[in-house]
C-alpha cells in the first residue's frame, strides 16, 4: 500500500513520517517512531492504555488514525520527563504505590496530568470522573485516587 | 485524602526491631513503569521476526471437514499458514488444553485455535487468516453445565485419558481423595466428596434450615494486557521464548516434555506481566515456539482482547446448591452443598478449592460436599485469583446472612461464633495451622463502613453486608542466590515472576537479614538459564516460599562472612553481628570488617577469600492459609436497578506485612475484582455457544466512577513457616466481594440476590419489579 508523508509535533520533536492510511496513531508511535510507553490494551477505545495528548486534549490513540494528527501536537507517556527528572505525577504515582502491573499507567498518567492541568484542584469526585477512561486491574484506583491529589498538591506547590 | 489504612507507621524500626521489612516501600521498578520504559513482549522485536494471526473455531462444537489454505498461502507477504497437519512433531495430550496445539478432526469450543498464518506484516497476517476455506459440520454443542450431567446429555467430547493437573496444583494444596472420569462415559471430568460426621442427624437439632442454589458466572482475569509471546528455535537446538507468564520454570519443562528438548536447552524470559491474576500461568507459548520451530524463524504471537476473551482461560461458571442447618443460639449443625463448576471443554476448574471453602469458614460436626468439574463446549476455564473460591463463598455467607436474619441475630456476632480457628478441622480433614479469620470479623467491626451500620440502614434503599472470605495457599519449593560485590552491595537472583512488587518485598527481606539500607540491595529476576528455581508466582505464595529462600540465602551469605573474619577478628561466629554495612565484634563495634572490604578480599587479583554467594533453597510444607471479612455500603435505585457502591472496607490477614504499601496494594485490587464480579462482568453466550461480548465494552469492567477509595485494614497473625510470620496475601481478597454486595443489597432494599452479576435486570426481577 502507497505510504503517505505526515508531519506532527511529537512530545515536542517535530517529525515527519511515512504511514499506510489505515495505521492508527498508536501503531505509527510504536512501530514507527520507536516509543513504546503507549500500550494496547483493547483496541476499541474501551481500556485507556494508549490514552496520548493531542493538541492538550486526551485521546485513546487506538482510535485515531495517523492522517488525522497531521500537523498536531501529540504527547506520549514518554513527552512527560522534563530535563531527566519525573513529572510530579509519574512520582506521585510511585511514592503512593498507584502501579502495580503498570500496563495501563502510561496512559493513566497521560490522562492524570491532562486532568490536572485541566483543573488544578480536582475533588475525589472529579478525579474519579477525570479517569473513567482509564481501565486499571491491579490497584481498585484507591492509590491512584491519592497519587492524583498527591500529585495536584505538589503541582500547586511548585514542585 | 484521609489516610485510610491503619498499619503501623514507617519510619524507624517497628516494635520488633526491624528496619526493613514492615517498612512501606516504593518498587524498585517503580521508575520505569511510570516512564513507559518497562518492556513488555508486545514491545519487543527480534530480527526477521513473524507475526501470527489465528483462525479461531466457529462454532462450539464440530467436526473438521478440510481446510484449504490455498488462498490464504497466495497472499503477497505471507510466509506460511501452519495447521494441524503443518506442525512438528510434539507430545500431544488431547485431555489438556495446553496439550493440543491446533486439532484435527473437531473443535471443542467456540474460538479454539484451528490454524495460523505468519507473515512480517500483521495486517497481511490478519488479511491471509480471513482467507482460510474452513468447512466444519456443527455436532450437538453441550453448554448448560447442570443439564451436561444428565445420564442422556450428548458427550462433550470423546473420554478423557490422564489427565495433567499440574497446572491446578499450583495455585493450591489440597489433599483430597478426588477421582477421576470414570466407568460410563459422560461429561463429568472429575468428582470429590467431603464427609463429616451425620448430616441426617445435624439438620434434626437444626431450629432452622436454608436450602437454596447460587449461580456465579463465567468471568474474564481481564488483565489489561493480553497474552503475548515470542518464540525463537535455531539450528543448534536452543528454543528460547519471550513470554508473558507467571510461570517460567513450569512452562520450561512443559516444553521440554511436549518437544523432547533438554530443559537446560530452553530458555524461558517471563517478561513483564501486563497483570495475570491466574490467567497467564501457560496457554500460546507451546503454539508460537511450534510455530518458531516449524519457520525456523522468531515468531511473535500478540492477541488481540478479543482473541483473549474467546481464547485464554477464564475463571468458571458455578452452580451451587446449597442446605445449613442452625440452631436458634446461632450454632451451625449441618452443611450439605453441591458444587457444579464448568470446566468448559477441558478439565481444569478449580472445584476442588471450592467444596475446601464452602465447608471451611465454620465449625460445622456434619458436613457433607460433594464437587463436581463439569465438561461443555465452551472455552476451558483456568485460575482465576483464589480459583473457585468466590463462587463457594457466594453461596456461604449468603446463607450466613439469611439465617442470622431469620433468628434474629448479628451477622457478625453470629459469624465470630462459628469461625473456624487453629486446630479446627478443613472439610478434608486436616486441621488449620494459625490462621486470622477471627481477628479480620473483629477488625471489619471496627471498620468505619461498618460503624456507620445503624445510620445507613435508617436511610431507604442503603444498606451494609459483610462477608468472610479466604484462600488455602500454594505450596512449592523454592531457591535464591544473594552476592556480594566488590563494593559491598548486594545482588539477589530469583527465578520467580514479579507482578505485584515481589522482588521489593525480597530487597526489604536482604537488607533486614544483613542490617542494611534498602540500596545497598538490588532484586533481579532471571530467566530459566540463569536463575534457581522457583515455582509459578501464584498460589499467593511468592513471598511466602521464595520469601523464605531469599532469607535463607542472606543469612547463609552473613554466615559466610563471620567464618571468613574468624582470623581477623579473632573471636567466634556468635560473637560477630552485621551493623552499618560491616561485620564486627559484639559490643565492640570498631573490630570490624566493611562488606566491601569483604567484597575486594573475595574477588581482586589474588585475593585470599573465595567470592562470597548466599545460597537459600527451602521445601514448603506448611500452608498459611489467609482469611479476609470485608464490608459494603451500597444504594440501590429501585427504578432502574443500579447500585451504587458508597464505600467498601477490607479486613485482612497478612501475617506480617513486609511492605504494607504492596499488601494494601494487593487488598485493594483483589476487593475490586470482588466487586466487579458482584455487579457487572459476565461472559455471555448466545444459544449456539458464541460469546456475545468479545470485548471491554460489553464485558464491563470497574472503573474509577463505580468505585470509592477502599478501607483497608492490614491485620497481622503470624505464620509459622513464613518469613517473619508473613502468610499468603495476593488472593483472599477478591473472595468475600459478590457475598458481601449479595447482603448489602439485601440490607438495602429487602431482596435477596441468588445469582452474580447482580445486573439491573436480575436486581429489579428479585424485586418484583420485572
Known sequence: MPRQLISLTINGREREVAVEPHWTLLETVREALDLTGSKEGCGTGDCGACTMSVDGRIVTSCLMLAPQVNGRQVT???????????????????????????????????????????????????????????????????????????????????? | ?????????????????????????????????????????????????????????????????????????????????????????????????????????????????????????????????????????????????VAAMEKDSPLVRDPLHDVDRSEERGHVSVETKETEQEGEPSNIASSAPFERGDVAAGFAEADIVIERTWRSAMVHQSYIEPHATIADYDISGELSVWTSTQAPFY???????????????????????????????YLTELMVAALAIAVKRPVKYIMSRKDDMLAATPAPFAHIELKTGMKRDGTLTALQARLIYDSGAFPGAPMLPGCMLIGG?????????????????????????????????????????????????????????????????MPNGQTYPAIGLRECLEAIADSDVWRRRREVEATPNRGIGLAVGGWLGGLQPASAIVCLNPDGTLNVTVGSADITGTNTSFQQITAEVLNVPLDMVNVETGDTKTAPYAGMSAGSKTVYTVGRAVKAAAEDLKQQMFELAMKRLEVEPEDMEVANCQVQVKGAPDRAMTFKRFGKLSTNFGAPFPVIVGRGSIAARKTAPGFTAQAADVEVDPDTGDVTLHGYAIAQDAGFAINPLSVEGQMQGGASQGIGIALWEEMRYDEDGRLLNPNLLDYRLPTSRDLPPIETIIVEVPSEEGPFGARIVGEPSIV???AAIGNAIDSAVGARQHEVPITPERLLRSMGKL
Open chain 2, 251 to 281: 512452562i520450561r519443562d512443559e516444553l521440554a516434555q511436549a518437544f523432547g528438548i533438554p530443559e537446560n536447552r530452553i530458555r524461558i524470559t517471563a517478561t513483564e506481566v501486563g497483570g495475570g491474576f491466574g490467567g497467564k500461568i
Open chain 1, 76 to 159: 506520549t507517556i514518554e513527552g512527560l520527563q522534563s530535563n531527566g527528572s519525573l513529572d510530579p505525577v509519574q512520582q506521585a504515582f510511585i511514592d503512593t504505590g498507584g502501579l502495580q502491573c503498570g500496563y495501563c499507567i502510561p496512559g493513566m498518567i497521560v490522562a492524570a496530568r491532562n486532568l490536572i492541568d485541566d483543573n488544578p484542584s480536582p475533588t475525589l469526585d472529579q478525579i474519579r470522573e477525570g479517569l473513567a477512561g482509564n481501565l486499571c486491574r491491579c490497584t481498585g484506583y484507591t492509590k491512584i485516587y491519592e497519587a492524583v491529589e498527591l500529585a495536584a498538591e505538589r503541582i500547586r506547590g511548585g514542585a
Open chain 2, 736 to 738: 468475600a466481594g459478590p
Open chain 2, 1 to 145: 485524602m484521609a489516610q485510610e489504612t491503619k498499619v503501623r507507621e514507617s519510619t524507624g524500626t517497628d516494635a520488633n526491631g526491624h528496619t526493613a521489612v514492615g517498612q512501606r516501600v516504593t518498587r524498585l521498578d517503580g521508575a520505569a513503569k511510570v516512564t513507559g520504559k518497562t518492556v513488555y513482549a508486545d514491545d519487543m522485536k527480534m530480527p526477521g521476526m513473524l507475526h501470527t494471526s489465528v483462525l479461531y473455531a466457529p462454532h462450539a462444537h464440530a467436526r473438521i471437514k478440510s481446510l484449504d489454505t490455498a488462498k490464504a498461502r497466495a497472499v503477497p507477504g505471507v510466509h506460511a499458514v501452519i495447521t494441524a497437519a503443518d506442525l512438528p512433531d510434539y507430545n500431544r495430550k488431547d485431555s489438556n488444553r495446553t496439550g493440543l496445539i491446533f486439532p484435527d478432526k473437531e473443535v471443542l469450543f467456540f474460538g479454539q485455535p484451528v490454524a495460523a498464518v505468519l507473515s512480517e506484516d500483521p495486517h497481511v497476517a490478519a488479511e491471509a487468516v480471513e482467507l482460510i476455506e474452513a468447512e466444519f459440520e456443527p455436532l450437538p454443542a453441550v453448554l448448560d453445565a
Open chain 2, 361 to 425: 469458614y465454620y465449625r460445622c460436626d456434619n458436613i457433607d460436599i460433594k464437587g463436581y468439574e463439569v465438561l461443555t463446549n465452551k472455552v476451558s476455564v483456568g485460575a482465576l485469583r483464589a480459583p473457585g473460591a468466590h463462587n463457594a463463598t457466594f453461596a456461604i455467607e449468603s446463607h450466613m446472612d439469611i439465617m442470622a436474619k431469620e433468628l434474629g441475630l448479628d451477622p457478625l456476632e453470629m459469624r465470630l461464633k462459628n469461625a473456624v480457628a487453629e486446630g479446627d478441622l
